[in-house]
């Protein structure tokens, strides 16, 4: 299997970059964002490959970026997405927002994308939630900013059936906490952050 291609690119489209290695020239099937990174005809670049295998047909699937590769891969886990469709999700949402999207059940803004309908983005929802990673540093921000108080309201808001991710987001978005925290000021009650988190969640 193909995993990785270095050589220097013959042509590229929206959907297709045509790389050169030792004389032979791989057509390969790459997003719009790899498309917009990919420099001019003529110059060395280099791949991360998936290698799609099928009776009929061997597909070579490319992109610069290896996260992406991995999201990919993790779309294509999901029933009724092939490698196709893969790529059309990938192009038509950033990764850091798909994935925040679907870390966070929100199936309305999956479905923007083009070829996505409600119960795919379900699928995606319900099947990959728990396997894809939090955006580099959210991790990080969540631990450092979440007081005792500040995880009682997301307990709280993951009750009423909120995902974690969104509660977080909710929480940390809310002007009060940073406000607070500049100037050394007590943490704002359990009430007030519930109240603020909750309505921000209602827009």
Do not use: C
């Not at 927002?97 to 083009?114: F, K, Y």
């Not at 009682?152 to 993951?158: H, Q, R, T, W, Y």
């Amino acid at each position: 299997m193909i995993a990785h291609l270095r050589g220097t690119l013959l042509a590229k489209h929206p959907n297709q970059a045509i790389v050169e290695t030792h004389g032979v020239g791989y057509d390969v099937v790459i997003s719009v964002p790899t498309f917009s990174e990919l420099p001019g005809a003529g110059t060395e670049v280099a791949l991360h490959i998936h290698t799609h295998v099928r009776e009929d047909a061997l597909s070579l699937y490319g992109f610069l970026r290896l996260a992406e590769k991995k999201l990919f891969e993790k779309l294509l886990t999901v029933s009724g997405i092939g490698p196709k469709l893969a790529i059309t999700i990938l192009s038509g949402m950033a990764a850091d927002e798909m994935v925040g999207a679907i870390r966070g059940g929100d199936v309305a803004r999956l479905t923007r994308i083009p070829g996505i309908g409600k119960k795919t983005a379900e699928r995606m929802v319900l099947e990959l939630r728990d396997k894809l990673p939090a955006p580099a540093g959210a991790a990080e921000v969540s631990a450092a900013q979440a007081s005792p108080v500040e995880e009682d309201v997301i307990s709280a808001l993951v009750n009423l059936g909120y995902q974690r991710a969104a509660a977080e987001k909710a929480l940390h978005s809310i002007p009060l906490i940073a406000k607070n925290a500049m100037s050394g000021a007590p943490a704002p009650s359990f009430e007030i952050l519930f109240r603020e988190a909750l309505g921000v969640l209602s827009k």
